[in-house]
């Protein structure tokens, strides 16, 4: 049953991939990873925590000088991932090295159906074997 489930459940997270926002140019709000220079870690201290490098959330605003984005979790400089509750934070772009946008993938989805339907293939057809092979006593009538 967890199968079915963890099946029915992974193309809605395996379909997105993170493309980096070329730089000078604005990101659109939504989900996003924002990557920080050693000053945006500790501007963002008071708030996040000490050693933040990566804030993942949605982008809320974002203006000429500043991103304001909803955070959903963190990544330190120890490669550490934790999640937050919602905390709301500012981050000056001067304090900004990357922005990774969250983007629909063509590539990740068709992929992933093709597995999805290969798996359902070879589970029909492992099915299909075992029971045309079936074990009966000799010279009795199976129901």
Known sequence: ?????????????????????????????????????????????????????????????????????????????SRERLTQTGTTVVVERAMIERVDARRFSRRRSVALVAALVAMV????GASSIASASGEGLPGTIQP
């Open 1 to 77: 049953m967890a199968v079915v489930i963890w099946s029915a459940l992974l193309p809605l997270v395996g379909c997105y991939a993170s493309v980096p926002v070329l730089a000078g140019v604005s990101p659109l709000p939504g989900d996003a990873t924002v990557v920080l220079t050693a000053a945006g870690s500790g501007a963002v201290q008071r708030a996040l925590g000490d050693g933040v490098k990566e804030i993942d959330g949605t982008i809320r605003r974002v203006t000429a000088d500043s991103l304001e984005m909803t955070v959903s979790g963190i990544t330190t400089v």
């Open 121 to 124: 293939v070879v589970v029909l």
